[in-house]
């Protein structure tokens, strides 16, 4: 099988690489057009745009810039655009170079010009999106084939936007409300480094030259960055071993992702957020694909990829058998276990009153605003746990290496 796929890959790379080109010519009526397309060579852009008309005056091969990475935010900045473009009547075609041109990532722009080339050849817009699986995820490109299918694609990409700025949303608060604490706990472990490894050693030569009992806490201290002097080497290769062992064995090993994450949801504060903010998500995304018109049974399964949690993907796949089976869906998620009861019960009362979709956008928009409140109040209890926090560490550092000092006044 490897072998197979090496010389696939080999083939692959045999062929004609493509280029990307700038283009400038005439259409029917004389007016001067421009644009960009990749392909092979010149020749290929020139027998491309005589196809559709166009009298090319000249062509020009582009230095292909590596550019950023292509981010969450960058796809949902281009799938509110287009929806916009299209609500206003501008084609398809037309509207991928206009994204292209006002794109300031190079990356995306390649990108965008692929999918363009793609549907310009004759693959739908679903298909082209579905080649780049890891900016366009199974439950965008869904939802772009049922708004083709259905003819209000326009509808649903101004659904797809309105739901990716609502997920990046929750996870911009999250991250803004760890952030402080965070870069806080790594600055005052950056500082007790450099106090254990250069500052005590000075501190203990001095106090050598004393020739008096040192304190307690002083003695404490003083052998503490004893340790660190002589095995700091062996402090700092345990942590990063421990930090990528965790990190490698999250990605690899499913049942450590499953532990983990059950893990962060029973942390206090920190644990109720991610729920919410989870369930948040879970709701959206399974409200925004029942009303574009999705299968349940499909919808779940697009549901469990977006979810963010292993808890509540292993517990989707669940639900997603039962309702296979022939189990309502407010059955099958008292049977999971993890959601609140207020969501069951508003996903009772969509199933009976057939308004499904509206009561999980309902749910979705509560638990966005309680995720907004946690985040809030988090940010204000940190603040004075953290001061508390470098008052001990640091504070107590300095109270244990100045007491010989104090002590030595007092005998005087």
């Known amino acids: 099988m490897a072998t197979a796929s090496r010389t696939a890959k080999r083939r692959v790379s ?25 392909a092979t060579g010149d020749a290929v852009v020139h027998a491309s745009l005589r196809r559709q008309g166009v009298l090319v005056t000249k062509v020009k091969k582009q230095r292909m810039s590596r550019g950023h990475k292509i981010t969450d935010k960058d796809v949902a900045l281009f799938t509110r655009q287009l929806a916009t473009m299209m609500k206003a009547g501008v084609p398809l075609l037309q509207a991928f ?43 965008f490109c869904n939802l ?43 600055v005052a472990v950056v500082v007790v480094t450099v106090i254990m490894l250069f500052v005590v050693p000075e501190f203990k030569n001095v106090f050598a030259s004393f020739g008096a009992e040192l304190p307690g806490p002083t003695l404490i201290v003083i052998g503490i960055s004893d340790f660190f002097v002589e095995y700091w080497y062996l402090l700092f290769g345990i942590v990063i071993g421990t ?12 049942a450590m992702q499953i532990a983990v994450d059950r893990a962060v949801l029973k942390l206090p504060v920190v644990g109720d957020i991610v729920l919410k903010a989870t369930v948040a998500r879970w709701a959206r995304t399974l ?7 999705v299968p349940l049974v499909e919808a779940l399964d697009s549901v469990a990829g977006a979810a963010g949690n292993y808890v509540y ?16 869906l407010t059955v099958a998620m008292q049977n999971a276990n993890v959601f609140p009861t207020m969501v069951v019960q508003m996903v009772s009362i969509g199933e009976e009153s057939g308004q499904l979709d509206s009561m999980l956008s309902k749910v979705a928009d509560f638990f966005e605003q309680e995720v907004d ?5 988090l940010s204000t209890l940190l603040e004075p746990i953290i001061m508390v926090f470098l008052g001990v560490v640091i504070g107590g550092l300095v109270v244990a290496m100045y007491l010989p000092i104090f002590k030595l006044g007092s005998v005087v």
């Open 144 to 186: 772009v084939a049922a708004g083709e299918q259905a003819g209000i694609l326009d509808n649903l990409l101004d659904r797809i936007a309105t739901y990716k700025e609502k997920i990046l949303a929750i996870k911009s608060k999250i991250k803004s409300a760890l952030f402080y604490p965070i870069a806080v706990v790594v």
């Open 243 to 254: 930090i990528l062992g965790i990190a490698f064995l999250y990605k690899r090993s499913p």
């Open 373 to 377: 409140d946690a985040v809030a109040g």
């Open 313 to 328: 993907l292993t517990a989707t796949k669940e639900i997603q058998n039962e309702v296979s089976s022939g189990t309502s």
């Open 14 to 38: 045999v062929g004609p690489k493509e280029e990307l080109y700038s283009w400038e010519g005439k259409d029917k009526t004389g007016k001067i057009i421009r644009g960009e397309m990749r």
């Open 287 to 293: 409200s925004t694909m029942f009303a574009a018109g």
């Open 97 to 139: 170079d206009i994204g292209i041109k006002g794109s300031g990532n190079p990356s995306l722009a390649r990108m965008l010009n692929e999918v363009r080339t793609d549907v310009e050849t004759g693959s739908s817009l679903s298909q082209a999106f579905s080649k780049h699986p890891v900016h366009f995820d199974k439950l």
